[in-house]
């Protein structure tokens, strides 16, 4: 009777070991879903996921990235939320836009909560930026003659009212102790377009993401004058200093992260925060990541989750200052 009992105890084990395995096992047909359409930010993240996943030997199949447009990734998320929530072979890119516009509601009836955020690899950071010729040398310069005359000082970003270069105008004008929504912005069409108005005098700031104004100003077409990072950044932006080193509190990290649908098992969501974990002490992930011009910051899991509900809060807090 109790060899009986033993060989049923054990036949149990290997069959809820068995299980476990088969649950935590790789996605059989891993995908990337990329909100907007190829070449963009979105379409950037998936292939470091997908590239770096495959190189450091996470998987062995090559991840999908596939395309759906629309609302700068609203459609994607109300698309894995209402048929997709349950898939475990799904991860889907967002950024630190993805919480803003959340934050401003442009995601429809959906919070931050309606999905399961996996995890960042990588980040860009926010930089403000002057002509080459401008008479300011440091943060502390700009904000003082920004707060003697606001009027006097149009603000160039890469996006709309609202947009992330927006926000990062407005902490400037909150760091001048004015008020962001008379702020004059000018809204443009990407970084290309604010350095060339720099250029030609007829902005006198520019809110912009470190990589894409750091050949120009190396270059001396342009002064970066802090960046929005904790600490300083690496290569040629490493004699540039913080915005916090100059005393103000302006952080602003563009993360590039990924969420999965919220009925995804825990053990899919287990598999998959581990695999990110151990790609990313790789050499074939840090090359992947310098390649696009990211910045480390890696947070994984829980700590990523946390990131996000806060970023969202701290989002709806500037927006309603903002009067978004």
Same mark, same amino acid.
Request: aromatic share 8%; net charge neutral.
């Given at each position: 009777m109790?060899?009986?009992m033993?060989?049923l105890?054990a036949g149990?084990?290997?069959v809820t070991t068995?299980?476990t395995?088969a649950?935590?096992?790789?996605p059989?047909k891993?995908?990337?879903?990329a909100?907007a359409?190829?070449?963009?930010?979105?379409?950037?993240?998936?292939?470091?996921?997908a590239?770096s996943?495959l190189e450091?030997?996470q998987?062995?199949?090559p991840?999908?990235?596939?395309?759906m447009e629309g /609302? @700068?990734g609203? +459609?994607a998320? %109300?698309?894995?939320?209402?048929?997709?929530?349950?898939?475990?072979?799904?991860?889907t &890119?967002?950024?630190?836009?993805s919480?803003?516009?959340?934050?401003?509601?442009?995601?429809?009836?959906y919070g931050?909560t309606a999905?399961?955020?996996?995890g960042?690899?990588?980040?860009?950071y /926010? @930089?403000l930026? +002057?002509?080459? %010729?401008s008479?300011?040398?440091t943060l502390g310069?700009l904000?003082d003659?920004?707060? &003697?005359n606001?009027?006097?000082f149009?603000i160039?970003g890469?996006g709309?009212?609202?947009?992330?270069d927006?926000m990062k105008?407005?902490?400037?004008?909150?760091?001048?102790e004015?008020d962001p929504k008379?702020?004059r912005?000018?809204a443009l069409?990407?970084g290309g377009?604010?350095l060339?108005?720099?250029?030609?005098?007829?902005?006198?700031?520019?809110s912009?993401?470190?990589?894409?104004?750091v050949k120009?100003?190396?270059?001396g077409?342009v002064?970066i004058l802090a960046v929005?990072s904790p600490?300083?950044l690496?290569g040629?932006?490493?004699g540039?200093?913080?915005?916090k080193e100059?005393?103000?509190d302006?952080?602003?990290p563009?993360?590039?992260g990924?969420?999965?649908?919220?009925d995804v098992?825990t053990?899919?969501?287990n598999w998959?925060?581990?695999?990110?974990k151990k790609?990313?002490?790789t050499?074939?992930f840090a090359?992947?990541?310098?390649?696009?011009?990211?910045?480390d910051?890696?947070?994984?899991?829980?700590?990523?989750e946390?990131?996000?509900k806060?970023?969202v809060?701290?989002?709806?807090?500037l927006a309603?200052?903002a009067?978004?």
């Amino acid at each position: 009777m109790i060899r009986t009992m033993m060989k049923l105890l054990a036949g149990a084990a290997v069959v809820t070991t068995s299980m476990t395995m088969a649950a935590s096992a790789e996605p059989s047909k891993p995908e990337c879903l990329a909100g907007a359409k190829p070449g963009g930010g979105f379409d950037l993240t998936c292939r470091l996921a997908a590239n770096s996943l495959l190189e450091s030997k996470q998987i062995s199949k090559p991840m999908t990235v596939t395309y759906m447009e629309g /609302g @700068v990734g609203a +459609v994607a998320y %109300n698309h894995v939320i209402g048929k997709r929530g349950k898939d475990g072979n799904l991860i889907t &890119a967002a950024s630190s836009g993805s919480a803003l516009l959340i934050a401003q509601g442009k995601f429809g009836q959906y919070g931050e909560t309606a999905v399961r955020w996996l995890g960042a690899l990588g980040a860009d950071y /926010g @930089v403000l930026v +002057v002509a080459a %010729n401008s008479p300011y040398k440091t943060l502390g310069e700009l904000v003082d003659a920004y707060k &003697a005359n606001p009027s006097d000082f149009p603000i160039a970003g890469g996006g709309a009212v609202g947009s992330q270069d927006w926000m990062k105008g407005s902490l400037l004008a909150k760091a001048a102790e004015q008020d962001p929504k008379k702020m004059r912005y000018v809204a443009l069409e990407g970084g290309g377009a604010v350095l060339t108005a720099l250029e030609g005098g007829h902005v006198k700031v520019g809110s912009g993401d470190a990589a894409e104004m750091v050949k120009h100003h190396v270059a001396g077409k342009v002064r970066i004058l802090a960046v929005m990072s904790p600490e300083r950044l690496p290569g040629e932006l490493a004699g540039v200093p913080t915005a916090k080193e100059q005393g103000f509190d302006l952080d602003w990290p563009v993360w590039r992260g990924y969420y999965v649908g919220k009925d995804v098992s825990t053990d899919d969501y287990n598999w998959w925060v581990e695999a990110f974990k151990k790609m990313a002490v790789t050499p074939e992930f840090a090359k992947e990541r310098e390649a696009r011009g990211l910045f480390d910051f890696t947070m994984v899991g829980k700590d990523f989750e946390e990131r996000v509900k806060a970023d969202v809060a701290r989002f709806k807090i500037l927006a309603k200052e903002a009067g978004m």
